[in-house]
């Protein structure tokens, strides 16, 4: 999981640099042009044009890639991509997540087990989809539902997949 995580939020992180490395030539072969453009979004945004220009020119004079970044293209130090920071949280909460499933295991009889994992394991995820809602003030329902639906697919996926290959219980 951890690994999937770093290797998609590193193409992000590579998207954004190659976006950046565009900006700075822009920036630097046609200035005027990328002035008329960040006036254009502050225009967009509800300024008027003098105020609007006056901005662009001040934020341009101060660090015009950055300013480019983020109100051009979305990029700012808080929410650029950042790999590893994106693999230890996964892997965090991947093991934190398979701590309960594995305490079932722990507690049922064998003949008991594919229900009462795959039962736990779709509770356990709903309980950790309404605490990341709560926690993040996201309405609750449609997270518990998204997380439940796309962990029983996940799971009825690899079920169907063992059974294909030979390897289910």
């Known amino acids: 999981m951890a690994a999937g995580e770093y290797v998609s939020v590193s193409s992000q992180a590579d998207t954004e640099r190659a976006d950046l490395a565009?900006?700075?030539k822009e920036l630097a072969t046609n200035p005027?042009?990328?002035?008329?453009?960040l006036m254009s979004?502050?225009?967009k945004r509800g300024l008027d044009e003098p105020l609007a220009s006056s901005v662009a020119t001040q934020l341009m004079t101060r660090d015009a890639l950055s300013a480019h970044a983020r109100d051009e293209l979305g990029i700012s130090d808080t929410l650029a991509a950042k790999p590893v920071q994106a693999a230890f949280a996964s892997a965090a909460t991947f093991a934190a997540g398979a701590a309960f499933p594995l305490l079932v295991v722990l507690l049922l009889p064998n003949a008991a087990l594919m229900w009462g994992v795959a039962s736990s394991s779709l509770l356990f995820l709903a309980l950790l989809g309404l605490l990341a809602a709560r926690v993040g003030?996201?309405?609750?329902?449609?997270s518990v539902t998204r997380v439940s639906?796309?962990?029983?697919?996940?799971?009825?996926?690899t079920a169907i997949i063992g059974a294909f290959i030979g390897a289910s219980v």
């Open 41 to 43: 979004i502050y225009v």
């Open 32 to 37: 005027e042009q990328e002035h008329a453009e």
């Open 137 to 142: 003030g996201a309405p609750v329902l449609p």
């Open 149 to 157: 639906c796309w962990g029983a697919l996940a799971m009825a996926l």
């Open 22 to 24: 565009r900006e700075s």
